[in-house]
């Protein structure tokens, strides 16, 4: 599991990574007139990426609010908005497809994604190409598992294993010796 709430805890890390989100704003959605987190991890990064870039931010929950004014969609946001959904983590893409729905459902112009990191999933991504999704990460499976075999924190039988797992994961990927 890659945990980026971590990298709200440590300054340098946060600072590189946010500054990384808005650069990925500013060169693959240069339209973007809103930034939407998806709950919960989302939330943070899009804030801080939105507080760099100028821009509004909001962020979308899981399901509506039962009490209070009972939104869904936290933020201002006007039908026709270009908008990029921020997101930590794709696996399968489910949550951040399920953000992009409820954004499309109330007229907002869904540019796309940008991720922190994306295990490249092949159900992802094709979930992903239905929902019209295009997702940019900062990092992959592909990038990190090198470093991590590099700095002696996995070795290559668990990269082999990693990497197994995220093209079948209901496969046989936890006997590979």
């Not at 459902?105 to 540019?111: E, F, H, N, Y």
């Not at 940008?114 to 094709?126: C, N, R, W």
């Not at 996995?154 to 994961?169: H, N």
Request: with cysteine; aromatic share 4%; proline share 3%.
């Amino acid at each position: 599991y890659c945990d980026n709430r971590l990298v709200l805890s440590d300054p340098a890390a946060r600072t590189a990574v946010e500054h990384a989100i808005a650069g990925a704003v500013r060169l693959h959605f240069p339209a973007a007139a809103v930034l939407m987190g998806t709950s919960t991890a989302g939330i943070a990064h899009a804030a801080i990426a939105a507080h760099i870039l100028g821009l509004p931010m909001g962020y979308v929950r899981s399901g509506s609010k039962d009490h209070g004014r009972m939104n869904r969609i936290e933020g201002k946001l006007e039908a026709g908005d270009k908008t990029v959904i921020i997101e930590d983590l794709i696996s399968t893409g489910g949550s951040v497809i399920e953000t992009a729905e409820a954004l499309r459902s109330v007229g907002a112009d869904v540019l796309g994604v940008v991720s922190i990191f994306t295990y490249g999933m092949e159900k992802g991504k094709l979930a992903l190409a239905r929902a019209g999704l295009a997702n940019h990460s900062l990092c992959d499976l592909d990038a990190l598992l090198p470093v991590a075999i590099g700095t002696g924190r996995i070795t290559q039988t668990q990269a082999a294993q990693i990497l197994a797992f995220r093209d079948d994961p209901s496969g046989d990927w936890r006997n590979i010796k």
